[in-house]
């Protein structure tokens, strides 16, 4: 059974950091690129950083870029997202979306970040 598995949200004062994992089991986990995603309420999903198949390439929102960092450790099916310097607009729900070279995805159920004094 492939499962994805979302953890390490919780609650950090602004300027604090966390590190958020997804962790895959049931896939054949090198074949997929991953993106870490994020909602807060009453707005729209958006991507946050995405990385590639091997780990060579990632990619990132304006809105983090410098802030967090997206890393995968193949060997432990395991891909991280770094956030450092963490802001109030950063409050959402953060997914990891895993989709292999045909377009077949699947998604976490996500772990809640919440940045607040």
């Known amino acids: 059974q492939s499962q994805l598995v979302e953890s390490g949200g919780g609650l950090v004062q602004p300027g604090g950091s966390l590190r958020l994992s997804c962790s895959a089991s049931?896939?054949?986990?090198?074949?997929?690129?991953i993106g870490w995603f994020r909602q807060a309420p009453g707005k729209e999903r958006e991507v946050v950083s995405c990385?590639?198949?091997?780990?060579?390439?990632?990619n990132y929102a304006d809105s983090v870029k410098g802030r967090f960092t997206v890393s995968r450790d193949n060997a432990k099916n395991t891909v991280y997202l770094q956030m450092n310097s963490l802001k109030p607009e950063d409050t959402a729900v953060y997914y990891c979306?895993?989709?292999?070279?045909?377009?077949?995805?699947?998604w976490g159920q996500g772990t809640q970040v919440t940045v607040s004094s």
């Open positions: 979306n895993m989709r292999n070279r045909w377009r077949v995805d699947y």
């Open positions: 049931g896939f054949t986990f090198d074949d997929y690129a």
């Open positions: 990385i590639t198949t091997s780990g060579g390439s990632t």
